[in-house]
């Protein structure tokens, strides 16, 4: 926090994955659990059920991502490293830093968090209020609202990239025309 500037008021809640508010985007589940709005804009934490394949292609955030693996196995492409995470492991993933991951197993359960909040504006604003606790059934839209994406994106501190896709040939997600910055430009 700047100095002089007041913080955003926050009180103590518990929030529960079965009741927490829900959305499919991208193929995956998205849960709730920790929003900017509940944590006085210092933290996010959702809950995802990811199928095998999913994942963005190359971006960075303007927030550090953090993974907690549950259940499952997924590489990460974080700058020149290549991560395996799988059942138990934690990632990082420093903010600015251009990553893409792939869900490697028939499905993952991550929990996926950061600092600041931000990120989960874009769920919440593109994504689909999931209809059960599933994976999103077959032939939904990648994103609910892709007209809105670029802006969407760019307020949520997300940022495509026009970089080599290295867990995926020719594979692109359908971002809804977002537009991309290309490697190494700066928002």
């Known amino acids: 926090m700047n100095e002089g500037q007041a913080a955003t008021p926050y ?3 518990v929030a529960n994955r079965a009741d927490a508010p829900a959305y499919w985007q991208v193929g995956i589940l998205w849960v709730m659990l920790a929003t900017g709005d ?3 804009g210092n933290y996010s ?7 095998k ?20 196995q997924i590489t990460y492409v974080a700058g020149d490293q290549t991560l395996v995470a799988t059942t138990g492991a934690f990632v990082l993933i420093p903010r600015g830093t ?6 490697d197993s028939e499905t993952a359960t991550v929990l996926n968090s950061y600092t600041p909040a931000g990120f989960e504006q874009s ?31 760019d307020r949520a501190g997300m940022h495509l990239v026009e970089a080599p ?5 020719g594979s692109v997600p359908d ?11 700066s928002s």
């Open 45 to 51: 934490l959702m809950w995802q059920l990811c199928p």
């Open 38 to 40: 509940q944590t006085g």
């Open 53 to 72: 394949d999913s994942g963005p292609s190359p971006h960075y955030h303007d927030q550090d991502e953090q993974f907690y693996v549950l259940d499952g």
């Open 175 to 185: 971002w809804g025309g977002a537009r991309s910055r290309r490697e190494g430009e």
């Open 11 to 13: 009180t103590a809640y």
């Open 123 to 153: 769920i919440v604003a593109l994504g689909e209020p999931a209809a059960a606790r599933t994976l999103p059934p077959a032939g939904r839209p990648m994103i609910a609202h892709p007209e809105r994406a670029a802006e969407v994106f």
């Open 165 to 169: 896709d290295s867990l995926r040939e």
């Open 98 to 103: 251009v990553h893409s991951f792939r869900v």
